[in-house]
């Protein structure tokens, strides 16, 4: 499943730099409740009218055109799977009668600044003094439903929070577009159709049930909505009414926000009682070609390669298995990662986000800033390096999957693999030293 909750992340990102399934039910803990503020909305914008920067053939500005003026007759198209979901007639037609395509999301799908910021400058802007103050806030307001929480689901409350804190900045940056028009425009106009038909069919699901009014299903561009950013699919498989009042509702009561995300959380692998994950000082004698997630070993294996806990304190479950991360190479901090962290990307796939979600969550509880510092005197690549950079490597031939200018662990392994063969320390970083050797190779 795509995971779009990360467009509200890079809303986040620009506003800290100054730019603008079935129902569960559980009656053993009544009386939790709590309600949301509303956040507020932006002023809309219109579509540039340009190609989109992807290139791809669906992205381009004749075929949205042509897209959008074929709207109502694609809505027409989509009725019959409306009605295999049990919508009525009469439900669909009120719903989609004055609907219009935005255009705008077509600019914004083709221009996802999330994945061009190195890790430290990521964690710098999601992990602040602000953010840890209102979340030990939030998690004194509501302590009685975390409570409740942490004993129907086993999710630790402090992650719960610093999702909560990453998303939406604790709803305050919750989204400004009606979820059923985002959709219905993605299920017709651009080059993800197939994949957001399914969001705007669920978005039609939630919204006969009564779950939500349409005035309150507001979100992203994508379409994620709530304070912890769910989708329309998303939302059917994990959300859940923990007050009890007959609706799920992530977006205004706060029992069934929190419960709902601890219910993504479970459903995704959580393991109660254990980390995300630890930093790490790595020997320089370490082999890198074993800092790779398809690697993991026990922590106390790791202890016999030279590892030792930053900080010097010991590792709780020596017998937990985990995977080494070197984000920043050998000149950064390393960790070992856990299966929560695994579960974390399950809720967004960026390493970078899966990182800040848990260190938010460490600061949450009372827990220090990483002990070791991150290169920042290196340059970062920008989004067309990193591509060439992916490009080189394939026509080196290097497995990258294909180029697109995020750099994940398939990316890293090829980098490892190129700099075992140059004789260098294979640590996977992929920085501008790396790019200039592939260019004159």
């Known amino acids: 499943m795509l995971k779009t909750r990360s467009t509200l992340v890079a809303a986040i ?16 803990y009544p009386g939790v409740t709590g309600s949301i503020t509303p956040s507020s909305s932006g002023a809309a914008q219109e579509w540039s009218g ?21 709207f109502p007759a694609c809505l027409e198209r989509i009725w019959p799977m409306a009605a295999g979901r049990s919508i009525t007639r009469e439900f669909y037609q ?21 994945f061009t910021k190195s890790f430290w400058d990521y964690l710098d802007i999601l992990v602040n003094e602000p953010r840890i103050a209102k979340g030990r806030e939030l998690l004194e307001k509501y302590r009685k439903t975390f409570d409740a929480v942490e004993q129907a689901y086993g999710v630790d409350r402090y992650i719960i929070t610093a999702i909560w804190g990453v998303e939406s900045n604790y709803g305050t940056l919750g989204g400004d577009r009606p ?78 926000l929190i419960a709902s995300t601890a219910n993504n959380l479970k459903k995704d692998g959580w393991v109660n009682g254990q980390s ?27 202890e016999r390669q030279g590892l ?41 796939p960026a390493e970078a986000y899966a990182l800040a979600i848990g260190h938010l969550a460490d600061r949450l509880r009372g827990g220090d800033r990483f002990v070791q510092d991150w290169p920042r005197y290196e340059r970062v690549l920008t989004r067309d390096e990193r591509l060439e950079l992916q490009q080189l490597l394939a026509r080196h031939g ?39 050797q592939l260019r004159v190779r």
């Open 13 to 28: 990102l620009a506003a800290a730099l100054g730019g603008a399934a079935a129902q569960d039910r559980d009656d053993r």
């Open 50 to 70: 340009a190609d989109g920067a992807s290139g791809h053939p669906l992205m381009t500005a004749a075929a949205i055109r042509q897209a959008a003026a074929n």
């Open 94 to 114: 009120s719903a989609t009668a004055q609907l219009t395509p935005d255009l705008r999301i077509m600019d914004l799908m083709d221009n996802q600044p999330e």
């Open 179 to 256: 979820v059923l028009r985002s959709t219905a425009t993605l299920a017709c106009v651009g080059r993800r159709q197939n994949y957001f038909r399914e969001e705007f069919l669920s978005t039609l699901e939630i919204l006969q049930r009564g779950d939500l009014r349409p005035d309150r299903m507001i979100g992203s561009w994508a379409g994620a909505f709530g304070p912890t950013q769910f989708m329309p699919t998303a939302f059917k498989r994990f959300a859940v009414d923990f007050d009890h009042d007959g609706r799920r509702d992530v977006v205004d009561s706060i029992p069934d």
């Open 276 to 302: 995300w994950g630890y930093e790490v000082v790595i020997p320089t004698t370490l082999n890198f070609m074993l800092a790779d997630h398809r690697r993991p070993m026990p922590l106390r294996e790791w």
């Open 308 to 348: 030792v806990r930053a900080g010097g304190k010991p590792f709780p479950h020596p017998d937990a298995t985990a995977y080494l991360l070197v984000p920043a190479g050998v000149q950064g901090p390393g960790f070992l990662m856990m299966a929560n962290f695994t579960a974390i990307m399950k809720y967004n």
């Open 398 to 436: 290097y497995d990258v999957g294909d180029p697109d200018g995020h750099l994940g662990a398939r990316t890293r392994s090829a980098i490892r693999d190129f700099q075992a063969k140059a004789g260098q320390i294979p640590d996977g970083f992929a920085s501008a030293t790396v790019l200039e």
